[in-house]
């Protein structure tokens, strides 16, 4: 099984504190774990970091994301990001991803214009 991690928007206290717990709790599941880099873009351009342990040891006391971040916009007329957007997501079985109510609408969208509930179990 395949988790994904993406923080999307821009960088927030407490991020690294859930990419630390999430990616060990994954990983005692027996998830390989990945981080997207730079939230969206990352996950556009399959910039994909696999995480172990090592790699979220020490970050709670770092400023920033540990997996970076950027703002990002989708205009309703571009369909091509997001089927480009669910075509990445499909990789995975489990999305964990942090953000506000901007990308948030992003991940809707994909819910539903997508029919991403049934094809993708990340979104269950």
Known sequence: MHCLFATLGKDTPGVNAIVRAGTRMAIRREFSVYGARRGFPGILSGKFWKLGESDVAGILGRGGCCLGSSDFFVSPN??????????????????????????FSVLDRLYEERDMGRECPAFR
């Open 78 to 103: 571009d369909s091509t990001k997001l089927d480009a957007l669910a075509k990445s997501f499909k990789r995975f079985d489990l999305v964990v991803a942090t953000g506000g109510f901007g990308s």
